[in-house]
């Protein structure tokens, strides 16, 4: 799920502006995309984690460009392939290595698109897996970009207990996630 386009520019038009709680709403609502799609390219979680704060850092350090942007999923998915590539080559001429064949060609966008399709749609099926109240709170929290504290308010459960419901699911993303990477 993302915003809509007018709630999306707005929100953009805000970080432009360097409101830093603007910054914050839009990390929260597009964090997991990113970094599922990174994951998908890096087969590294750590590595994930890394690449996707790089992403977030550069665009908020390039946040004059966000007026601009009108579509900002593809926004950032082209931001993060540019790390991701950077990030390889990095490496690789760190260690002396070649750069795998598949990573070389860097027109595998449809290819890459479907994988990242693929990662998506099988967090979902694992959100949908999970009991009611944490798939309530993991869609909420997670694919509406709701606050903890937003979620509490619309579900009446104490902030605690979302906060437990999003590790819990956060931890069963990561287990199935992985068990599905087979060691990739």
Do not use: C
Request: without cysteine; aromatic residues 8%.
């Amino acid at each position: 799920m993302r915003l809509d386009p007018s709630a999306e520019h707005d929100l953009l038009l805000r970080v432009a502006r360097g409101e830093e709680k603007a910054f914050k709403q839009l990390v929260d609502i597009y964090w997991w995309r990113v970094y599922y799609n990174v994951l998908t390219l890096t087969k590294s979680a750590q590595t994930a984690q890394e690449l996707t704060q790089d992403i977030f850092l550069k665009i908020w350090q390039k946040r004059e460009l966000l007026p601009e942007v009108n579509d900002f999923v593809n926004y950032v998915y082209i931001v993060g392939k540019h790390q991701v590539l950077s990030a390889m080559r990095k490496k690789i001429l760190e260690t002396g290595a070649e750069l795998p064949e598949d990573l070389a060609e860097t027109n595998n966008l449809p290819e890459l698109a479907l994988d990242y399709k693929e990662t998506w749609e099988a967090i979902l099926k694992v959100i949908d897996s999970m009991p009611k109240k944490q798939q309530q709170v993991m869609r909420m929290s997670r694919i509406e970009g709701l606050s903890n504290n937003e979620i509490s308010a619309r579900t009446g459960l104490s902030l605690a207990a979302v906060k437990w419901h999003i590790v819990a699911g956060l931890n069963t993303i990561r287990v199935v996630m992985a068990a599905r990477g087979g060691g990739g």
